[in-house]
Protein backbone atom coordinates (compact mmCIF):
# COMPACT_ATOMS: atom_id res chain seq x y z
CA UNK A 1 0.00 0.00 0.00
CA UNK A 2 1.97 3.26 -1.44
CA UNK A 3 0.78 6.94 -1.64
CA UNK A 4 1.57 9.31 -3.57
CA UNK A 5 4.95 11.11 -4.35
CA UNK A 6 4.66 14.15 -2.07
CA UNK A 7 4.89 16.97 -4.63
CA UNK A 8 1.30 15.87 -5.72
CA UNK A 9 0.18 14.46 -2.36
CA UNK A 10 -3.43 15.29 -1.13
CA UNK A 11 -3.75 11.97 0.14
CA UNK A 12 -0.60 10.77 1.84
CA UNK A 13 0.21 6.94 2.50
CA UNK A 14 -0.77 7.21 5.80
CA UNK A 15 -3.91 8.41 5.04
CA UNK A 16 -4.95 6.22 2.51
CA UNK A 17 -3.74 3.43 3.95
CA UNK A 18 -5.92 4.61 7.16
CA UNK A 19 -9.05 4.78 5.10
CA UNK A 20 -8.59 1.44 3.08
CA UNK A 21 -7.74 -0.01 6.46
CA UNK A 22 -11.14 1.19 7.98
CA UNK A 23 -12.80 0.06 4.68
CA UNK A 24 -11.38 -3.09 3.44
CA UNK A 25 -10.13 -4.29 6.91
CA UNK A 26 -13.30 -5.85 8.23
CA UNK A 27 -13.62 -8.20 5.24
CA UNK A 28 -10.94 -10.56 5.53
CA UNK A 29 -9.98 -14.01 4.07
CA UNK A 30 -8.46 -17.13 5.68
CA UNK A 31 -5.39 -17.13 3.64
CA UNK A 32 -4.20 -13.29 4.20
CA UNK A 33 -1.34 -13.35 6.50
CA UNK A 34 -0.82 -9.74 6.21
CA UNK A 35 -2.88 -6.97 4.52
CA UNK A 36 -3.26 -3.61 4.13
CA UNK A 37 0.03 -1.83 5.28
CA UNK A 38 3.51 -2.84 4.33
CA UNK A 39 5.42 -2.98 1.03
CA UNK A 40 3.50 -5.77 0.06
CA UNK A 41 0.67 -7.99 1.36
CA UNK A 42 1.38 -11.71 2.31
CA UNK A 43 -0.93 -14.41 1.33
CA UNK A 44 -0.49 -18.22 2.99
CA UNK A 45 0.47 -20.91 0.54
CA UNK A 46 -2.80 -21.87 -1.89
CA UNK A 47 -3.30 -25.38 -2.34
CA UNK A 48 -4.35 -25.38 -5.82
CA UNK A 49 -3.12 -23.14 -9.04
CA UNK A 50 -3.58 -19.34 -8.77
CA UNK A 51 -5.33 -17.05 -11.00
CA UNK A 52 -4.37 -13.68 -11.36
CA UNK A 53 -5.89 -10.89 -13.40
CA UNK A 54 -5.98 -7.24 -13.72
CA UNK A 55 -8.88 -5.14 -14.76
CA UNK A 56 -8.57 -0.97 -15.33
CA UNK A 57 -11.86 1.28 -14.92
CA UNK A 58 -11.00 5.08 -16.07
CA UNK A 59 -13.44 7.69 -16.00
CA UNK A 60 -14.23 8.79 -19.94
CA UNK A 61 -13.12 5.69 -21.21
CA UNK A 62 -15.00 3.19 -18.83
CA UNK A 63 -17.47 5.56 -17.22
CA UNK A 64 -19.15 9.03 -16.54
CA UNK A 65 -19.53 10.94 -13.21
CA UNK A 66 -22.46 12.08 -14.49
CA UNK A 67 -24.19 9.03 -14.92
CA UNK A 68 -22.84 7.01 -11.81
CA UNK A 69 -22.51 7.55 -8.07
CA UNK A 70 -19.03 6.92 -6.80
CA UNK A 71 -19.79 4.22 -5.21
CA UNK A 72 -21.14 2.62 -8.00
CA UNK A 73 -17.97 3.00 -9.98
CA UNK A 74 -16.11 1.34 -7.32
CA UNK A 75 -18.40 -1.38 -6.96
CA UNK A 76 -18.80 -1.67 -10.87
CA UNK A 77 -14.69 -2.02 -11.28
CA UNK A 78 -14.64 -4.48 -8.75
CA UNK A 79 -17.08 -6.68 -10.09
CA UNK A 80 -15.73 -6.22 -13.79
CA UNK A 81 -12.59 -7.41 -12.23
CA UNK A 82 -13.67 -10.57 -10.57
CA UNK A 83 -15.88 -11.27 -13.68
CA UNK A 84 -12.80 -12.68 -14.64
CA UNK A 85 -12.16 -14.79 -12.29
CA UNK A 86 -15.76 -16.37 -12.48
CA UNK A 87 -15.20 -16.55 -16.19
CA UNK A 88 -11.89 -18.89 -14.87
CA UNK A 89 -14.02 -20.69 -12.68
CA UNK A 90 -11.84 -19.54 -9.90
CA UNK A 91 -12.73 -18.44 -6.42
CA UNK A 92 -11.82 -15.35 -5.26
CA UNK A 93 -8.70 -15.25 -2.54
CA UNK A 94 -7.89 -11.44 -2.16
CA UNK A 95 -7.87 -8.25 -4.35
CA UNK A 96 -5.28 -4.98 -4.42
CA UNK A 97 -6.83 -1.80 -5.61
CA UNK A 98 -4.63 0.96 -7.07
CA UNK A 99 -6.09 4.28 -7.50
CA UNK A 100 -5.41 7.05 -9.65
CA UNK A 101 -7.18 10.17 -8.27
CA UNK A 102 -7.41 13.47 -9.83
CA UNK A 103 -6.32 16.99 -8.40
CA UNK A 104 -9.14 18.12 -6.11
CA UNK A 105 -10.34 14.42 -5.39
CA UNK A 106 -11.81 15.01 -1.63
CA UNK A 107 -11.71 12.63 1.11
CA UNK A 108 -15.19 12.74 1.07
CA UNK A 109 -15.19 11.35 -2.46
CA UNK A 110 -12.56 8.72 -1.76
CA UNK A 111 -14.69 7.63 1.03
CA UNK A 112 -17.88 6.89 -1.06
CA UNK A 113 -15.45 5.33 -3.70
CA UNK A 114 -13.93 3.17 -1.17
CA UNK A 115 -17.37 2.33 0.40
CA UNK A 116 -18.66 0.82 -3.18
CA UNK A 117 -15.41 -1.12 -3.50
CA UNK A 118 -15.78 -2.32 -0.19
CA UNK A 119 -19.49 -3.38 -0.69
CA UNK A 120 -18.77 -5.59 -3.65
CA UNK A 121 -15.31 -6.87 -1.78
CA UNK A 122 -18.11 -8.17 0.87
CA UNK A 123 -20.50 -9.70 -1.98
CA UNK A 124 -17.37 -11.71 -3.09
CA UNK A 125 -16.26 -12.92 -0.31
CA UNK A 126 -12.88 -11.35 -1.82
CA UNK A 127 -10.56 -9.53 0.41
CA UNK A 128 -8.94 -6.08 -0.49
CA UNK A 129 -5.18 -7.05 1.20
CA UNK A 130 -3.68 -4.03 -0.54
CA UNK A 131 -3.38 -0.87 -3.08
CA UNK A 132 -1.65 2.20 -4.12
CA UNK A 133 -2.83 5.63 -4.69
CA UNK A 134 -1.25 8.11 -6.86
CA UNK A 135 -2.24 11.09 -8.52
CA UNK A 136 -3.47 11.67 -12.55
CA UNK A 137 -5.16 13.53 -14.48
CA UNK A 138 -8.54 11.42 -14.26
CA UNK A 139 -9.81 9.16 -11.84
CA UNK A 140 -9.37 5.35 -12.34
CA UNK A 141 -9.42 2.53 -10.33
CA UNK A 142 -7.42 -0.88 -11.48
CA UNK A 143 -8.31 -3.53 -9.70
CA UNK A 144 -5.82 -7.34 -8.97
CA UNK A 145 -8.19 -9.82 -8.57
CA UNK A 146 -6.60 -13.40 -7.14
CA UNK A 147 -8.25 -16.67 -7.00
CA UNK A 148 -8.15 -20.26 -6.89
CA UNK A 149 -9.05 -22.97 -9.38
CA UNK A 150 -8.32 -26.59 -9.16
CA UNK A 151 -9.11 -26.38 -12.94
CA UNK A 152 -9.08 -23.67 -14.27
CA UNK A 153 -11.77 -22.72 -17.31
CA UNK A 154 -9.39 -21.11 -19.87
CA UNK A 155 -11.24 -19.83 -23.37
CA UNK A 156 -9.32 -22.31 -25.63
CA UNK A 157 -10.89 -25.54 -24.20
CA UNK A 158 -14.24 -25.13 -26.61
CA UNK A 159 -14.47 -29.11 -28.27
CA UNK A 160 -15.94 -30.01 -31.80
CA UNK A 161 -19.89 -30.35 -31.37
CA UNK A 162 -20.37 -28.49 -27.77
CA UNK A 163 -23.35 -26.64 -27.11
CA UNK A 164 -22.85 -22.50 -26.67
CA UNK A 165 -24.14 -21.69 -23.18
CA UNK A 166 -25.08 -18.44 -21.83
CA UNK A 167 -25.03 -17.97 -18.08
CA UNK A 168 -26.56 -14.60 -17.24
CA UNK A 169 -28.40 -11.99 -19.27
CA UNK A 170 -26.66 -9.55 -22.35
CA UNK A 171 -27.91 -6.64 -23.88
CA UNK A 172 -29.21 -4.99 -20.31
CA UNK A 173 -26.07 -2.88 -19.12
CA UNK A 174 -26.01 -1.56 -23.28
CA UNK A 175 -29.70 -0.36 -22.91
CA UNK A 176 -29.13 1.06 -19.87
CA UNK A 177 -26.53 3.16 -20.75
CA UNK A 178 -28.52 4.42 -23.40
CA UNK A 179 -31.73 4.65 -21.47
CA UNK A 180 -29.16 7.09 -19.13
CA UNK A 181 -27.49 8.98 -22.18
CA UNK A 182 -30.90 9.76 -23.80
CA UNK A 183 -32.04 11.03 -20.75
CA UNK A 184 -35.64 9.61 -21.18
CA UNK A 185 -37.91 10.07 -18.22
CA UNK A 186 -39.99 7.26 -18.84
CA UNK A 187 -39.42 4.77 -15.64
CA UNK A 188 -40.94 1.40 -15.28
CA UNK A 189 -39.72 -1.61 -13.60
CA UNK A 190 -38.33 -2.74 -16.73
CA UNK A 191 -35.86 0.26 -17.45
CA UNK A 192 -34.90 0.44 -14.09
CA UNK A 193 -33.72 -2.99 -14.34
CA UNK A 194 -31.48 -2.26 -17.41
CA UNK A 195 -29.82 1.05 -15.59
CA UNK A 196 -29.49 -1.33 -12.96
CA UNK A 197 -27.43 -3.98 -14.60
CA UNK A 198 -25.27 -1.17 -16.33
CA UNK A 199 -24.45 0.18 -12.54
CA UNK A 200 -23.98 -2.01 -10.75
CA UNK A 201 -23.45 -5.22 -12.63
CA UNK A 202 -22.10 -8.66 -10.72
CA UNK A 203 -19.70 -10.99 -11.35
CA UNK A 204 -21.32 -14.35 -11.60
CA UNK A 205 -18.95 -16.05 -9.09
CA UNK A 206 -20.61 -19.01 -8.06
CA UNK A 207 -22.09 -19.58 -11.18
CA UNK A 208 -17.95 -19.70 -12.77
CA UNK A 209 -17.64 -22.31 -10.15
CA UNK A 210 -19.98 -24.17 -10.83
CA UNK A 211 -19.15 -24.16 -14.60
CA UNK A 212 -15.65 -25.29 -13.82
CA UNK A 213 -17.06 -28.87 -13.25
CA UNK A 214 -19.25 -28.88 -16.24
CA UNK A 215 -17.91 -26.64 -19.40
CA UNK A 216 -14.70 -27.12 -21.61
CA UNK A 217 -14.22 -23.60 -21.60
CA UNK A 218 -15.66 -19.99 -21.07
CA UNK A 219 -15.20 -16.57 -21.10
CA UNK A 220 -17.04 -13.28 -19.24
CA UNK A 221 -19.19 -10.58 -21.47
CA UNK A 222 -17.34 -7.60 -21.09
CA UNK A 223 -17.03 -6.19 -24.86
CA UNK A 224 -20.37 -7.79 -26.37
CA UNK A 225 -21.95 -11.49 -26.82
CA UNK A 226 -20.51 -11.28 -30.20
CA UNK A 227 -17.19 -10.08 -29.67
CA UNK A 228 -16.31 -12.62 -26.36
CA UNK A 229 -18.33 -15.68 -27.77
CA UNK A 230 -16.56 -15.17 -31.04
CA UNK A 231 -12.93 -14.98 -28.82
CA UNK A 232 -13.86 -17.96 -27.42
CA UNK A 233 -14.46 -19.75 -30.12
CA UNK A 234 -11.42 -18.51 -31.79
CA UNK A 235 -9.08 -19.23 -28.82
CA UNK A 236 -10.42 -22.74 -29.42
CA UNK A 237 -9.73 -22.95 -32.68
CA UNK A 238 -13.70 -23.24 -33.87
CA UNK A 239 -16.33 -21.58 -35.75
CA UNK A 240 -19.69 -20.44 -33.41
CA UNK A 241 -23.30 -20.40 -34.61
CA UNK A 242 -25.38 -18.29 -32.46
CA UNK A 243 -29.06 -19.80 -32.86
CA UNK A 244 -31.07 -16.47 -33.41
CA UNK A 245 -34.07 -18.38 -32.40
CA UNK A 246 -33.03 -19.64 -28.57
CA UNK A 247 -30.94 -16.21 -28.50
CA UNK A 248 -34.17 -14.22 -28.83
CA UNK A 249 -36.37 -16.71 -26.41
CA UNK A 250 -33.19 -16.05 -24.00
CA UNK A 251 -33.46 -12.22 -23.82
CA UNK A 252 -35.19 -11.18 -20.81
CA UNK A 253 -38.51 -8.78 -20.86
CA UNK A 254 -36.57 -5.83 -19.35
CA UNK A 255 -34.06 -5.50 -22.70
CA UNK A 256 -37.25 -6.20 -25.15
CA UNK A 257 -38.74 -3.32 -23.53
CA UNK A 258 -35.85 -1.08 -23.24
CA UNK A 259 -35.14 -1.67 -26.94
CA UNK A 260 -38.66 -0.61 -27.95
CA UNK A 261 -38.33 2.70 -25.78
CA UNK A 262 -35.14 2.84 -27.62
CA UNK A 263 -35.98 2.29 -31.27
CA UNK A 264 -33.30 -0.74 -30.91
CA UNK A 265 -33.24 -4.34 -31.73
CA UNK A 266 -33.08 -6.25 -29.09
CA UNK A 267 -31.02 -8.81 -30.13
CA UNK A 268 -28.14 -6.62 -31.82
CA UNK A 269 -28.49 -4.70 -28.32
CA UNK A 270 -28.03 -8.20 -26.67
CA UNK A 271 -24.97 -9.38 -29.58
CA UNK A 272 -22.89 -5.56 -29.19
CA UNK A 273 -23.35 -5.16 -25.85
CA UNK A 274 -20.85 -5.60 -22.75
CA UNK A 275 -20.47 -4.57 -18.85
CA UNK A 276 -23.43 -7.23 -18.12
CA UNK A 277 -20.51 -9.48 -17.56
CA UNK A 278 -22.43 -13.02 -17.92
CA UNK A 279 -20.37 -15.93 -19.31
CA UNK A 280 -20.37 -17.74 -21.74
CA UNK A 281 -19.17 -21.23 -21.83
CA UNK A 282 -18.86 -24.04 -24.20
CA UNK A 283 -20.17 -27.76 -23.14
CA UNK A 284 -21.44 -30.47 -24.20
CA UNK A 285 -25.64 -30.50 -24.31
CA UNK A 286 -25.59 -33.87 -21.36
CA UNK A 287 -23.73 -31.58 -18.76
CA UNK A 288 -25.93 -28.24 -19.57
CA UNK A 289 -27.19 -27.01 -15.87
CA UNK A 290 -30.64 -25.44 -15.75
CA UNK A 291 -29.41 -22.26 -15.26
CA UNK A 292 -27.55 -22.19 -18.71
CA UNK A 293 -29.32 -21.05 -21.85
CA UNK A 294 -28.33 -22.88 -25.17
CA UNK A 295 -27.83 -20.34 -27.65
CA UNK A 296 -25.63 -21.91 -29.90
CA UNK A 297 -22.77 -24.63 -30.84
CA UNK A 298 -18.96 -24.69 -32.03
CA UNK A 299 -18.56 -26.33 -35.05
CA UNK A 300 -15.88 -26.83 -37.49
CA UNK A 301 -14.31 -24.01 -39.44
CA UNK A 302 -13.37 -20.47 -38.31
CA UNK A 303 -15.22 -17.15 -37.45
CA UNK A 304 -18.72 -16.56 -36.04
CA UNK A 305 -22.35 -16.39 -37.55
CA UNK A 306 -25.50 -15.61 -36.27
CA UNK A 307 -27.63 -18.69 -37.68
CA UNK A 308 -31.03 -16.82 -38.61
CA UNK A 309 -34.40 -19.49 -38.29
CA UNK A 310 -33.95 -20.13 -42.50
CA UNK A 311 -30.92 -21.66 -41.87
CA UNK A 312 -29.18 -18.37 -43.40
CA UNK A 313 -25.73 -17.04 -41.78
CA UNK A 314 -24.55 -13.49 -40.84
CA UNK A 315 -21.11 -13.04 -39.90
CA UNK A 316 -21.22 -11.47 -36.28
CA UNK A 317 -18.41 -9.06 -37.30
CA UNK A 318 -19.64 -5.96 -35.73
CA UNK A 319 -19.44 -7.25 -32.39
CA UNK A 320 -15.57 -7.78 -32.96
CA UNK A 321 -12.88 -5.36 -31.79
CA UNK A 322 -10.71 -4.18 -34.54
CA UNK A 323 -7.89 -1.36 -34.88
CA UNK A 324 -9.83 1.62 -35.73
CA UNK A 325 -7.98 4.94 -36.68
CA UNK B 1 -4.86 -9.69 -20.88
CA UNK B 2 -8.14 -7.31 -21.94
CA UNK B 3 -7.74 -4.64 -24.36
CA UNK B 4 -10.19 -1.22 -24.49
CA UNK B 5 -13.57 -0.70 -25.02
CA UNK B 6 -14.38 -0.39 -28.75
CA UNK B 7 -15.42 3.41 -28.64
CA UNK B 8 -11.91 4.47 -27.98
CA UNK B 9 -10.09 1.51 -29.08
CA UNK B 10 -7.03 2.06 -31.28
CA UNK B 11 -4.53 -0.90 -30.09
CA UNK B 12 -7.90 -4.22 -29.42
CA UNK B 13 -7.26 -6.50 -27.32
CA UNK B 14 -5.77 -8.71 -30.46
CA UNK B 15 -3.32 -5.98 -31.35
CA UNK B 16 -1.93 -5.66 -27.45
CA UNK B 17 -2.28 -9.73 -26.77
CA UNK B 18 0.31 -10.22 -29.61
CA UNK B 19 2.17 -7.44 -29.12
CA UNK B 20 2.86 -8.26 -25.10
CA UNK B 21 3.26 -11.93 -26.07
CA UNK B 22 6.09 -11.02 -28.44
CA UNK B 23 7.72 -9.00 -26.03
CA UNK B 24 6.97 -10.91 -22.83
CA UNK B 25 6.20 -14.38 -23.63
CA UNK B 26 10.44 -15.44 -24.30
CA UNK B 27 10.46 -14.53 -20.33
CA UNK B 28 8.39 -17.62 -18.66
CA UNK B 29 9.27 -19.15 -15.05
CA UNK B 30 8.88 -22.66 -13.70
CA UNK B 31 5.36 -21.61 -12.09
CA UNK B 32 3.71 -20.51 -14.89
CA UNK B 33 1.08 -22.27 -16.09
CA UNK B 34 -1.08 -20.22 -18.39
CA UNK B 35 0.04 -16.57 -19.25
CA UNK B 36 -1.12 -14.09 -21.37
CA UNK B 37 -4.24 -14.24 -23.96
CA UNK B 38 -7.18 -15.67 -21.90
CA UNK B 39 -9.24 -14.18 -18.68
CA UNK B 40 -6.84 -14.67 -16.29
CA UNK B 41 -3.28 -16.11 -15.91
CA UNK B 42 -2.41 -19.12 -13.94
CA UNK B 43 0.52 -20.19 -11.47
CA UNK B 44 0.94 -23.38 -10.23
CA UNK B 45 0.43 -23.51 -6.77
CA UNK B 46 3.31 -22.01 -4.80
CA UNK B 47 5.12 -23.78 -2.07
CA UNK B 48 5.41 -20.76 0.25
CA UNK B 49 3.89 -17.42 0.87
CA UNK B 50 2.90 -14.95 -1.57
CA UNK B 51 3.95 -11.63 -1.58
CA UNK B 52 1.82 -9.38 -3.69
CA UNK B 53 1.92 -5.56 -4.41
CA UNK B 54 0.41 -3.31 -7.16
CA UNK B 55 2.44 0.21 -7.94
CA UNK B 56 1.42 2.86 -10.57
CA UNK B 57 3.65 5.18 -12.99
CA UNK B 58 1.50 7.75 -13.82
CA UNK B 59 2.55 10.58 -16.56
CA UNK B 60 2.75 13.73 -14.88
CA UNK B 61 2.99 12.62 -11.50
CA UNK B 62 6.08 10.15 -11.45
CA UNK B 63 7.58 11.22 -14.93
CA UNK B 64 7.93 13.30 -17.89
CA UNK B 65 7.97 11.98 -21.08
CA UNK B 66 10.42 15.48 -21.46
CA UNK B 67 12.88 13.66 -19.56
CA UNK B 68 12.65 10.13 -20.08
CA UNK B 69 12.60 7.69 -23.34
CA UNK B 70 9.45 5.22 -23.21
CA UNK B 71 11.80 2.45 -22.49
CA UNK B 72 13.26 3.59 -19.32
CA UNK B 73 9.37 4.38 -18.12
CA UNK B 74 8.78 1.28 -18.81
CA UNK B 75 12.04 0.06 -17.35
CA UNK B 76 12.07 2.00 -14.37
CA UNK B 77 7.75 1.18 -13.40
CA UNK B 78 8.77 -2.43 -13.41
CA UNK B 79 11.43 -1.90 -11.21
CA UNK B 80 9.94 0.50 -8.57
CA UNK B 81 7.59 -2.28 -8.54
CA UNK B 82 9.56 -5.28 -7.81
CA UNK B 83 11.44 -2.59 -5.23
CA UNK B 84 8.53 -3.49 -3.18
CA UNK B 85 9.30 -7.24 -3.38
CA UNK B 86 12.64 -7.05 -2.71
CA UNK B 87 11.83 -5.31 0.52
CA UNK B 88 9.88 -7.79 1.48
CA UNK B 89 12.89 -10.66 0.88
CA UNK B 90 10.77 -12.29 -1.44
CA UNK B 91 11.82 -13.99 -4.62
CA UNK B 92 9.89 -12.91 -7.71
CA UNK B 93 7.41 -15.32 -9.09
CA UNK B 94 5.63 -13.42 -11.74
CA UNK B 95 3.79 -9.37 -12.83
CA UNK B 96 0.87 -8.50 -14.77
CA UNK B 97 0.99 -4.47 -16.80
CA UNK B 98 -2.23 -2.82 -16.53
CA UNK B 99 -1.41 0.50 -19.28
CA UNK B 100 -3.32 3.27 -20.13
CA UNK B 101 -2.63 4.85 -22.96
CA UNK B 102 -3.20 8.91 -24.65
CA UNK B 103 -5.22 9.35 -27.52
CA UNK B 104 -2.55 9.47 -30.37
CA UNK B 105 -0.14 6.80 -28.77
CA UNK B 106 1.86 4.98 -31.57
CA UNK B 107 2.18 1.25 -31.70
CA UNK B 108 6.00 2.36 -32.53
CA UNK B 109 5.77 4.33 -28.80
CA UNK B 110 3.72 1.51 -27.33
CA UNK B 111 6.47 -1.17 -28.84
CA UNK B 112 9.55 1.33 -27.34
CA UNK B 113 7.48 1.24 -23.56
CA UNK B 114 6.94 -2.90 -23.59
CA UNK B 115 10.39 -3.39 -24.52
CA UNK B 116 11.58 -1.47 -21.24
CA UNK B 117 9.19 -3.50 -19.25
CA UNK B 118 10.56 -6.51 -20.90
CA UNK B 119 14.44 -5.42 -20.79
CA UNK B 120 13.35 -5.24 -16.70
CA UNK B 121 11.43 -7.95 -16.73
CA UNK B 122 14.61 -10.19 -17.87
CA UNK B 123 16.82 -8.16 -15.30
CA UNK B 124 14.86 -9.53 -12.71
CA UNK B 125 13.88 -12.63 -14.01
CA UNK B 126 9.98 -11.95 -13.62
CA UNK B 127 7.63 -12.83 -16.13
CA UNK B 128 4.72 -11.09 -17.51
CA UNK B 129 2.01 -13.50 -17.56
CA UNK B 130 -1.07 -11.22 -18.00
CA UNK B 131 -2.13 -7.28 -18.42
CA UNK B 132 -4.81 -4.85 -19.48
CA UNK B 133 -5.04 -2.12 -22.17
CA UNK B 134 -7.13 1.02 -21.83
CA UNK B 135 -7.42 4.32 -23.35
CA UNK B 136 -7.20 7.03 -20.70
CA UNK B 137 -6.06 10.92 -20.58
CA UNK B 138 -2.65 10.01 -19.84
CA UNK B 139 0.12 7.46 -19.84
CA UNK B 140 0.39 5.13 -17.10
CA UNK B 141 1.63 2.08 -15.92
CA UNK B 142 0.31 -0.20 -13.35
CA UNK B 143 2.11 -2.93 -12.21
CA UNK B 144 1.26 -6.24 -10.32
CA UNK B 145 4.35 -8.25 -9.01
CA UNK B 146 4.13 -11.39 -7.31
CA UNK B 147 6.79 -12.97 -5.59
CA UNK B 148 7.60 -15.90 -2.81
CA UNK B 149 9.51 -15.45 0.49
CA UNK B 150 9.00 -18.63 2.87
CA UNK B 151 9.52 -15.93 6.12
CA UNK B 152 8.10 -12.29 4.31
CA UNK B 153 9.95 -9.21 5.71
CA UNK B 154 7.81 -6.43 7.01
CA UNK B 155 8.63 -2.90 7.77
CA UNK B 156 7.58 -3.67 11.74
CA UNK B 157 9.77 -6.04 13.17
CA UNK B 158 12.77 -3.57 13.90
CA UNK B 159 13.37 -4.17 17.60
CA UNK B 160 15.07 -1.86 20.12
CA UNK B 161 18.44 -1.56 19.93
CA UNK B 162 18.81 -2.96 16.41
CA UNK B 163 21.13 -0.60 13.71
CA UNK B 164 19.47 1.04 11.09
CA UNK B 165 21.27 -0.75 7.96
CA UNK B 166 21.27 1.32 4.18
CA UNK B 167 21.87 -1.55 1.17
CA UNK B 168 22.23 0.89 -2.10
CA UNK B 169 22.52 4.10 -3.15
CA UNK B 170 20.90 7.22 -1.91
CA UNK B 171 19.95 10.60 -2.98
CA UNK B 172 21.49 10.02 -6.89
CA UNK B 173 18.62 9.54 -8.45
CA UNK B 174 16.97 12.78 -6.80
CA UNK B 175 20.30 14.74 -7.98
CA UNK B 176 20.03 13.12 -11.24
CA UNK B 177 16.20 14.52 -11.70
CA UNK B 178 17.32 18.28 -10.67
CA UNK B 179 20.12 18.20 -12.74
CA UNK B 180 18.20 17.15 -16.14
CA UNK B 181 15.23 19.73 -14.84
CA UNK B 182 18.44 22.47 -14.74
CA UNK B 183 19.17 21.24 -18.21
CA UNK B 184 22.89 21.82 -17.15
CA UNK B 185 25.11 21.17 -20.12
CA UNK B 186 28.47 19.91 -17.41
CA UNK B 187 28.33 16.46 -18.23
CA UNK B 188 30.64 14.31 -15.85
CA UNK B 189 30.76 10.67 -15.02
CA UNK B 190 29.59 11.36 -11.63
CA UNK B 191 26.55 13.58 -13.28
CA UNK B 192 26.08 11.34 -15.67
CA UNK B 193 26.09 8.27 -12.84
CA UNK B 194 22.84 10.12 -11.06
CA UNK B 195 20.97 10.55 -14.03
CA UNK B 196 21.52 7.07 -14.75
CA UNK B 197 20.43 6.35 -11.30
CA UNK B 198 16.89 8.15 -11.95
CA UNK B 199 16.73 7.02 -15.17
CA UNK B 200 17.39 3.47 -14.69
CA UNK B 201 17.05 2.46 -11.07
CA UNK B 202 17.41 -1.63 -10.19
CA UNK B 203 15.37 -3.14 -7.50
CA UNK B 204 17.95 -4.52 -5.07
CA UNK B 205 15.94 -8.06 -5.17
CA UNK B 206 19.35 -10.35 -4.40
CA UNK B 207 20.23 -7.91 -1.86
CA UNK B 208 16.64 -8.16 -0.17
CA UNK B 209 16.48 -11.67 -0.57
CA UNK B 210 19.82 -12.03 1.59
CA UNK B 211 18.18 -9.77 4.11
CA UNK B 212 15.34 -12.02 4.55
CA UNK B 213 17.57 -14.10 6.72
CA UNK B 214 20.07 -11.58 8.48
CA UNK B 215 17.17 -8.41 9.26
CA UNK B 216 14.39 -7.83 11.18
CA UNK B 217 12.68 -5.48 8.96
CA UNK B 218 13.17 -3.46 5.96
CA UNK B 219 11.60 -1.13 3.87
CA UNK B 220 12.86 0.57 0.05
CA UNK B 221 13.30 3.97 -0.32
CA UNK B 222 10.88 5.54 -3.03
CA UNK B 223 10.03 8.57 -1.19
CA UNK B 224 13.25 9.57 0.75
CA UNK B 225 15.44 7.83 3.12
CA UNK B 226 14.24 9.55 6.19
CA UNK B 227 10.25 9.39 5.40
CA UNK B 228 10.58 5.71 4.82
CA UNK B 229 12.86 4.74 7.01
CA UNK B 230 10.83 6.63 9.49
CA UNK B 231 7.60 4.74 8.62
CA UNK B 232 9.90 1.45 8.93
CA UNK B 233 10.47 3.22 13.01
CA UNK B 234 7.23 4.07 13.06
CA UNK B 235 5.65 0.23 12.13
CA UNK B 236 7.94 -1.26 14.65
CA UNK B 237 7.16 1.19 17.75
CA UNK B 238 10.65 2.61 18.13
CA UNK B 239 12.13 5.96 17.32
CA UNK B 240 14.71 6.27 14.38
CA UNK B 241 18.21 7.82 14.91
CA UNK B 242 20.14 8.31 11.84
CA UNK B 243 23.14 9.45 12.72
CA UNK B 244 25.02 12.39 10.54
CA UNK B 245 29.21 11.00 10.58
CA UNK B 246 28.37 7.33 8.87
CA UNK B 247 25.33 8.69 6.75
CA UNK B 248 27.98 11.15 5.40
CA UNK B 249 30.56 8.36 5.11
CA UNK B 250 27.75 6.83 2.63
CA UNK B 251 27.57 9.45 0.93
CA UNK B 252 28.80 8.35 -3.21
CA UNK B 253 31.52 10.77 -4.27
CA UNK B 254 28.75 11.14 -7.69
CA UNK B 255 26.33 12.77 -5.19
CA UNK B 256 28.84 15.07 -3.66
CA UNK B 257 30.25 16.33 -6.68
CA UNK B 258 26.54 17.13 -7.85
CA UNK B 259 24.81 18.39 -5.27
CA UNK B 260 27.98 20.91 -5.56
CA UNK B 261 26.59 21.51 -8.64
CA UNK B 262 23.29 22.04 -7.89
CA UNK B 263 24.43 23.93 -5.08
CA UNK B 264 22.62 21.52 -2.42
CA UNK B 265 23.37 19.69 0.30
CA UNK B 266 24.72 16.19 -0.50
CA UNK B 267 22.99 14.63 2.77
CA UNK B 268 19.88 16.89 2.09
CA UNK B 269 19.51 14.99 -1.17
CA UNK B 270 20.21 12.20 0.64
CA UNK B 271 17.54 12.45 3.06
CA UNK B 272 14.95 13.72 1.56
CA UNK B 273 15.77 11.96 -2.26
CA UNK B 274 13.61 9.26 -3.39
CA UNK B 275 13.25 6.79 -6.34
CA UNK B 276 17.30 4.95 -6.09
CA UNK B 277 15.10 2.37 -4.41
CA UNK B 278 17.76 1.59 -2.34
CA UNK B 279 16.49 -0.62 0.60
CA UNK B 280 16.95 0.09 4.27
CA UNK B 281 16.98 -2.44 7.24
CA UNK B 282 17.04 -2.99 10.58
CA UNK B 283 18.96 -5.89 12.29
CA UNK B 284 21.18 -6.64 15.01
CA UNK B 285 25.04 -5.66 14.44
CA UNK B 286 26.32 -8.52 14.67
CA UNK B 287 24.46 -9.55 11.60
CA UNK B 288 25.25 -6.36 9.22
CA UNK B 289 26.01 -8.15 5.62
CA UNK B 290 28.99 -6.35 4.47
CA UNK B 291 27.00 -4.84 1.82
CA UNK B 292 24.77 -3.30 4.22
CA UNK B 293 26.04 0.12 5.87
CA UNK B 294 25.51 1.11 9.36
CA UNK B 295 23.88 4.61 9.52
CA UNK B 296 21.60 4.73 12.80
CA UNK B 297 20.21 3.22 15.12
CA UNK B 298 16.72 2.22 16.48
CA UNK B 299 16.32 3.04 19.86
CA UNK B 300 12.70 3.43 22.49
CA UNK B 301 11.06 6.44 21.85
CA UNK B 302 8.82 7.82 18.96
CA UNK B 303 9.90 9.75 15.75
CA UNK B 304 12.99 10.08 13.71
CA UNK B 305 16.04 12.02 14.13
CA UNK B 306 19.18 12.90 12.81
CA UNK B 307 21.45 12.79 15.30
CA UNK B 308 25.05 15.51 14.61
CA UNK B 309 28.44 14.05 15.94
CA UNK B 310 27.99 16.77 18.54
CA UNK B 311 24.99 14.49 19.84
CA UNK B 312 22.40 17.13 19.35
CA UNK B 313 19.18 15.46 17.48
CA UNK B 314 17.29 17.47 14.33
CA UNK B 315 14.06 16.15 13.66
CA UNK B 316 13.45 14.46 10.65
CA UNK B 317 10.49 15.95 9.42
CA UNK B 318 11.08 17.00 6.07
CA UNK B 319 10.62 13.90 5.14
CA UNK B 320 7.67 12.42 6.42
CA UNK B 321 4.70 12.98 3.77
CA UNK B 322 1.74 14.72 5.01
CA UNK B 323 -1.64 16.43 4.16
CA UNK B 324 -0.86 19.46 2.30
CA UNK B 325 -4.09 21.72 1.14
Known amino acids: ?7 HARFDEAGAVALFSRHFSRISG ?4 LGIGDDAAVLLPPGSPLVVTVDASVEGTHFERSLLGLEDVGARAFEAALSDLAAMGARPLAALSALTLPRGFTPRELERLTRGQASASRRCRCP ?3 GNVAKGPALSLTTVALGLAQRPLTRSGAKLGDDCWLVGEVGL ?3 GLALLRQKSRRRSLHLARCIDAWRRPEALLARGLALESLAHAAIDVSDGLAGDAGRLASASGCRLLLEEAPLRRALPRALVVAAAELGRDPLELALSGGEDYA ?11 RWARRIGRFTRGRGGYLERADGSRVPLGFGFDHFEP
Open 279 to 289: LVAAGPAARKP
Open 1 to 7: MKGPRRA
Open 173 to 175: AAA
Open 30 to 33: PAVA
Open 128 to 130: VIG
